[in-house]
Nanobody, 115 residues
Framework: QVQLAESGGGLVQPGGSQSLSCAAS????????MGWYRQVPGKERELVAS???????NYADFVKGRFTISGNNAKKTVFLQMNSLKPEDTAVYYC?????????WGQGTQVTVAS
């Protein structure tokens, strides 16, 4: 019932920056949390950052001070600005949205941090 369209990602050098965007469509009226997870093959999917309809933000410890999440509640769009990127940030990044009917996921976008 909720579709998530992601944009951004790609190859970036260590210390560089990258931005990700995610826009929700469909039954967007009941969405109250949006954010980003990331996953490396063979590893657990882990929370990166989240943004609530009330304006609260939450960050994983490993990205605090480097990543910034923001959103447009009216348009149900969320952004992730990633600075000072490290090779260990390399992963597939997934947008997610929590609504009253459950959790929805984007298709994922690859972020690769390498020289």
């Amino acid at each position: 019932q909720v579709q998530l369209a992601e944009s951004g990602g790609g190859l970036v050098q260590p210390g560089g920056s990258q931005s990700l965007s995610c826009a929700a469509s469909g039954n967007i009226f009941s969405i109250y949390v949006m954010g980003w997870y990331r996953q490396v093959p063979g590893k657990e999917r882990e929370l990166v950052a989240s943004f609530t309809s009330g304006g609260s933000t939450n960050y994983a410890d490993f990205v605090k001070g480097r990543f910034t999440i923001s959103g447009n509640n009216a348009k149900k769009t969320v952004f992730l600005q990633m600075n000072s990127l490290k090779p260990e940030d390399t992963a597939v990044y997934y947008c997610y949205a929590i609504s009253i009917t459950g959790t929805n996921w984007g298709q994922g976008t690859q972020v690769t941090v390498a020289s």
